[in-house]
């Protein structure tokens, strides 16, 4: 039998609780994916251009994947302002939001998320403008050409929410969305240390003890 040298059983210890708390860390999360895609979500809006459940102005045409291919096919809040939302069901950490807008209207606005539905955090402005790094195809009717915005955020600064709200904020133009595609993850659930681990640190440990004894003898 090889027994552990007196030295080695603190630093394998301290390896294994490594190990086992970063597996720990990662339960919880997934890979980031296309979440306007996963079901069970729903969608509300402030208002809609001939009242919501109207085909052609809809709050559901945002995550309808037509971006305008045959018609109109858009939220429309019928105003100047106004406001539309997804909820996911549950808290996601957005890696990625791309907003499709009809070209060429400019429609300024801002990205909110929010926990429940009530307070809403910022966490993004802009206005739609000829932006070639939309991942989906073109609208329709506008000569191949990607008009909206994008925006992304590194890795451990995505914000987290349930909702996330698009807001026209101002302009000359009524609110229009076409499209949303949201791109994100599970976010990590506090990590206690499980009963699991602890047994398998406890145990490693009870092995290092018993093999510095037999060193010794």
Known sequence: ?????????????????????????????????DRTLLPGISTTASSCYLGCGNAAH?????????????????????GYGGWVQVDFGAAHAFERVELYGGYAF????QLDVSSDG??????????????PALSLGPTGNYAGQKYGAVFTWAAGSEPVGRYLRYTRTGGADWGYLYEVEAVGHLPAAPVPEPAPAALLLAGVAALAALGRRRGQR
């Open 106 to 109: 400019s429609n300024s606005f």
């Open 1 to 33: 039998m090889t027994l552990l040298p007196r030295a080695t059983a603190p630093s394998l210890l301290r390896l294994c609780a490594v190990l086992a708390l970063a597996g720990l860390a990662q339960q919880g999360t997934a890979a980031g994916i």
């Open 118 to 131: 009530v307070s809403f955090t910022t966490v993004a402005s802009g206005s739609y403008h000829l932006e």
């Open 58 to 78: 809809d709050k559901d045409n945002i995550l309808d994947n037509q971006r305008l291919v045959s018609g109109p096919d858009n939220w429309n809040s019928g």
